[in-house]
C-alpha cells in the first residue's frame, strides 16, 4: 500500500470511528466537558476540524493553522465530514505529498483519533456511551469519510 493510500485508510478510520462517536450525542453534548479549565466537546471537535485542515496545508507544503472558534455542535459534526472529504479528495488526486506520510500520521492523523477517543471517554461521562466495537472487524473503505458509515460488525458493551 503506498503512502497516499494509507493515509486515505487512516481518514477511512478517523471517520468511521468518529461518526460512531458522534452519532446520537444528547442535545446540549457540545457544552459537556470535564471541568472549569477542560475544552468542550464541541471546542474539541472543532479542533479536530482544525487538525484536518493543517493536515490539507501539510500535503501541499504550506504550515497554515487556525483556531476554530465553535459554533453550534450539529454545523461541527458536518464541518467533520466535510473536511475529511476534502482531505480525502486530495489524497486520491495524482499531486505528491510535500511532506512525509509518516510525519503526517505522527502529528494531524494521531492527533485526530486521540480526540475522538477523548469525545467516546465524554459520552460515557455524559450518560450517553458509545458501545464498544471490535474495530480490527471493522467495515473501514477507503474514500467512506461522511457521516454514513457501515454498520458494526462485532459491538459489546
Do not use: C
Amino acid at each position: 500500500m503506498d503512502d497516499k493510500t494509507f493515509l486515505r485508510h487512516a481518514l477511512a478510520t478517523i471517520a468511521y470511528r468518529g461518526g460512531k462517536t458522534l452519532r446520537g450525542a444528547p442535545e446540549g453534548f457540545g457544552a459537556f466537558s470535564l471541568g472549569e479549565g477542560s475544552r468542550t466537546a464541541a471546542e474539541i471537535l472543532a479542533h479536530i476540524g482544525d487538525l484536518l485542515q493543517w493536515l490539507l496545508g501539510l500535503a501541499d507544503g504550506e504550515h497554515r493553522w487556525s483556531d476554530t472558534s465553535p459554533d453550534d455542535w450539529e454545523t461541527q459534526v458536518e464541518r467533520f465530514h466535510a473536511e475529511l472529504a476534502i482531505l480525502d479528495e486530495r489524497l486520491a488526486s495524482d499531486e505528491p505529498l510535500q511532506r512525509s506520510a509518516t510525519r503526517l500520521f505522527q502529528g494531524p492523523v494521531a492527533d485526530a483519533l486521540q480526540h475522538v477517543g477523548q469525545l467516546a471517554m465524554m459520552r460515557r461521562l455524559a450518560g450517553s456511551p458509545v458501545g464498544g466495537e471490535n474495530f480490527y472487524k471493522a467495515e473501514i473503505e477507503i474514500g467512506r469519510v461522511g457521516a454514513e458509515q457501515a454498520p458494526p460488525v462485532y459491538e459489546f458493551d
